[in-house]
């Protein structure tokens, strides 16, 4: 069975070349703050709902949990028109913003916020997530009726053809910047207040005085100024701070990166699994994960053998792990090749895409098309005639946002 075409409702710039996938803009997400955030996900929700009602047919739905309120969108539309749909989740809300500290745990907006998360579940005719931790706790909002509902484990992928090792003396990045005769810790993605960047600030800090290290932060977010403020309070001549980068660039900055820092703050590390970290593995980066030791990520880390695994907030393992790699370049230079090796053979579109069509068939089960939501890398839904989808200006390292 084929998918069929797909229409894409998304809040991110696509660029679409022939095939069978069309493209409608939404409102854009803003990030400036947490109310121009909430704000953003009810335009969003709001719109799609519009469009999804006006649609002809009862086609099938696939709705991402970015913005969060989607899988409810999925929902109404089911009850009203019959849309069958399904749902993937690439972080579990509302207990995100709970450990943000936006929300009770146990007060009535999250407790009937699960709820509703527990009937848009039941509901659909698949729930896909990304990692094992993840699935766990969906299940739990679902509770007793656990049994009830099919949760897939598919983990997100790279595009390993167009991010890829390159030697730092044929990379304009790494020339522009100085970073060929550097070992580089690269941090790509959002600088959100929930990431952590404070621990790398401070493995900087105590790394300062070995020449052969640089830090080089590359993004945005509500978390960038303050790590402005410390590296100039605490005179950090080895970070550099650059902008979030244009699409065309970011296959040549991630490939800039002998070690890559992800991190995950304690209690998130069963909420997500940051997709950034496949990007990376492709550009040959060695990995130093900063998460509890059972994520997803962590398990990730240590079973390939790709680097090191170090709690939340330990600024001293960091900076020991980087300055161990940099002592050992033979096994710096192993980690990052077997990181790219993993990433081709595991985790490219190549590796993912057969799963996702097998999941995705049978839970259409003749269902016309696919009507997919923001962040998603829609291309592969619609089957192999179908025309590549590129954002034009996202950061490929973090595609999906959290919180």
């Known amino acids: 069975m084929e998918l069929g075409a797909c229409l894409a409702f998304t ?7 022939q095939g069978r996938l069309d493209t ?15 704000w953003s996900w009810l335009l969003f929700a709001v719109a799609s709902l519009v469009r999804v009602l006006r649609l002809p047919d009862r ?13 409810h969108v999925a929902w109404l539309a089911h009850k009203l028109r019959g849309n069958a749909y399904g749902l993937l989740v690439w972080d579990v809300y ?26 848009a579940m039941l509901d659909a005719r698949v729930v896909i997530t990304l990692g094992e931790r993840m699935r766990e706790t969906l299940r739990a909002q679902l509770g007793r009726e656990a049994g009830h509902v099919r949760i897939e484990v598919i983990p997100n992928w790279a595009d390993t053809d167009q991010v890829r090792h390159i030697p730092k003396a044929e990379n304009p990045f790494a020339l522009e910047h100085g970073q060929v005769d550097r070992v580089t810790v690269l941090y790509s993605g959002n600088m959100g207040t929930t990431h952590a960047l404070e621990t790398i600030v401070e493995a900087a800090s105590m790394l300062q005085s070995d020449p052969r290290i640089l ?10 100024e303050k790590v402005e403020r410390e590296v100039v309070a605490r005179g950090l ?9 244009p699409w065309e660039v970011l296959p040549y900055s991630l490939a800039t990166g002998d070690v890559a820092i992800v991190t995950q703050t304690p209690g998130s590390e069963r909420l997500s699994v940051p997709s950034k970290v496949y990007s990376l593995m492709s550009a040959g980066c ?9 994520s997803d990520l962590a398990r990730l880390v240590r079973d390939k053998s790709l680097g090191s695994v170090c709690a939340p907030g330990d600024a001293r393992g960091v900076a020991e792990a980087i300055s161990w790699l940099a002592e050992e370049p033979d096994v710096l230079a192993e980690s990052r090749s077997r990181s790219r090796r993993v990433a081709v053979e595991q985790y490219s579109l190549q590796a993912v895409l057969p799963h996702l069509r097998d999941v995705l068939e049978r839970a259409m089960g003749g269902a016309s098309g696919a009507i997919c939501s923001a962040g998603l890398e829609v291309a592969p839904l619609a089957g192999e005639r179908t025309g590549a989808a ?7 390292a973090s595609h999906k946002e959290s919180g």
């Not at 809040?11 to 070349?17: D, F, I, Q, S």
């Not at 830090?215 to 960038?224: Q, W």
């Not at 590129?390 to 490929?396: C, F, I, Q, S, W």
């Open 11 to 17: 809040g991110m710039p696509y660029a679409v070349e």
């Open 24 to 38: 409608q803009a939404a409102p854009r997400y803003d990030r400036r703050s947490v109310p121009r955030r909430a």
């Open 59 to 71: 086609p099938f739905l696939l709705a991402v949990t970015n913005p969060p309120v989607l899988p």
């Open 94 to 119: 509302p207990d995100h913003m709970v450990n943000m500290g936006l929300v009770r745990e146990n007060g009535l907006f999250a407790r009937l916020w699960t709820a509703m998360n527990a009937r």
């Open 215 to 224: 830090f080089l932060l590359i993004g945005d977010g509500l978390g960038r």
């Open 237 to 245: 001549a080895n970070v550099r701070l650059l902008p979030r980068q």
């Open 286 to 294: 060695a990995l130093i994960a900063c998460t509890h030791e059972e």
């Open 390 to 396: 590129r954002p034009r200006n996202d950061d490929l």
